[in-house]
C-alpha cells in the first residue's frame, strides 16, 4: 500500500513537472504573441520619430539651396534652421528620455507611461510649431507678393499658395491623427 502510494506520488510529481512545463511554454508563446501585437502600434510610432528626425535633416541643407537659388534673404535660412535644429534636438531628447527604441523591454506601467509622455509631447510640439509656421507661411506670401507685384498672374500665384498651404495643413492633420491613433492603440493594449 505504501508502494502504491509512493508511486502515486511520484507519478504526480511528475505530471505536475509536465503541467509546470507547460505552462511556461505557454507563457512564452503568449508572451510572443502579445509582443508581436504590440510591435505594429510601436513601429508606427518609431517611424514617426524617425521621419519626424530626416525631415529636419533634409529641410537644412534644402532651405540653404533654396535661399541662394531664389536670392531670399538669409534671415529665413537662419531663422528656418534654427526652428529645424530645434525640434531635431527636442525629438532626439524626448526619444532618449523615454526610451523609444527599448519601448517594449519594460513593464506595463513603464510602457504605457512612456507612451502616454510622448503622445503629449508630439500634442505640444505641433502646438509650439504652429506659431513659427504661421510666420513663416506669412513671410513668404509677402516676398511673393513683393517679388510678383506687377505680374498679370498675381491671382493664380495667390491661389495655389493657398491651396499648398491648405493641403500641406490637412497632411499635417492626419498624420497627427495617425500617430494619435497607433498611440491611443498601444495604449490600449497595454491596459487590457
Known amino acids: 500500500m505504501e508502494r502504491n502510494m509512493g508511486q502515486e506520488l511520484e507519478a504526480l510529481k511528475a505530471d505536475y ?12 508563446l ?21 521621419n ?7 529641410t537644412l541643407p534644402i532651405i540653404w539651396i533654396i535661399c541662394i537659388t531664389t ?11 534654427l526652428w529645424t535644429i530645434t525640434d531635431f534636438a527636442a525629438t532626439v531628447w524626448i526619444n532618449r528620455k523615454l526610451g523609444m527604441d527599448h519601448l517594449l523591454d519594460g513593464d506595463m506601467r513603464t510602457v504605457a507611461r512612456a507612451i502616454t509622455s510622448y503622445r503629449r509631447f508630439y500634442r505640444r510640439a505641433l502646438a509650439v510649431s504652429i506659431i513659427p509656421c504661421i510666420a513663416m507661411i506669412a513671410y513668404i506670401f509677402m516676398e511673393l507678393l513683393a517679388r510678383i507685384a506687377n505680374s498679370a498672374n498675381r491671382n493664380l500665384i495667390i491661389a495655389i499658395g493657398i491651396a499648398y498651404t491648405l493641403v ?19 495604449l490600449n493594449e497595454f491596459e487590457e
Not at 71 to 81: A, I, K, M, T
Not at 168 to 186: N, P, S
Request: proline share 4%; charged share 30%.
Open 52 to 58: 519626424r528626425m530626416i525631415l529636419d535633416v533634409l
Open 17 to 28: 513537472k509536465a503541467l509546470k512545463a507547460q505552462m511556461k511554454q505557454q507563457e512564452r
Open 30 to 50: 503568449n508572451e510572443r504573441f502579445f509582443r508581436a501585437a504590440r510591435h505594429r502600434p510601436v513601429q508606427a510610432v518609431s517611424k514617426e520619430i524617425r
Open 71 to 81: 536670392r531670399w534673404p538669409p534671415l529665413f535660412g537662419v531663422l528656418v534652421s
Open 168 to 186: 500641406a495643413v490637412v497632411i499635417t492633420w492626419l498624420q497627427y491623427r495617425r500617430h494619435t491613433r497607433a498611440c491611443d492603440e498601444l
